[in-house]
């Protein structure tokens, strides 16, 4: 069965830090570029972070300099760690592996930054 499953997602304070996992199975995870998504209450979602099969990474602007993505293929794992959290970044965050013609969602994970 292709599936991604996120993990990792909770309630933090502002400043805090939180590690998202997604693992992949059912489909060859060393050949996809690997992405976060995130999607807040009345909003678009929108790209938070990419990486390439060569592990070459990007970001939106937003989140530079306070997020980091990394892969390890042995284990079918993206990650997002997230530090610095913003009330503004509470949202749904979602993985996606990206192929030619072929994307793959995960169903989401929960992040509340709040006092």
């Known amino acids: 069965q292709v599936q991604l499953v996120e993990s990792g997602g909770g309630l933090v304070q502002p400043g805090g830090s939180l590690r998202l996992s997604c693992v992949g199975s059912?489909?060859?995870?060393?050949?996809?570029?690997m992405a976060w998504y995130r999607q807040a209450p009345g909003k678009q979602r929108e790209l938070v972070a990419s990486?390439?099969?060569?592990?070459?990474?990007s970001y939106a602007d937003s989140v530079k300099g306070r997020f980091a993505i990394s892969r390890d293929n042995a284990k079918n794992t993206v990650y997002l760690q997230m530090n610095s959290l913003k009330p503004e970044d509470t949202a749904v965050y979602y993985c996606?592996?990206?192929?030619?013609?072929?994307?793959?969602w995960g169903r989401g994970t929960q992040v509340t930054v709040s006092s």
């Open positions: 996606k592996a990206g192929i030619t013609n072929n994307d793959i």
């Open positions: 059912g489909f060859a995870f060393e050949i996809y570029v």
């Open positions: 990486i390439t099969t060569s592990s070459r990474t």
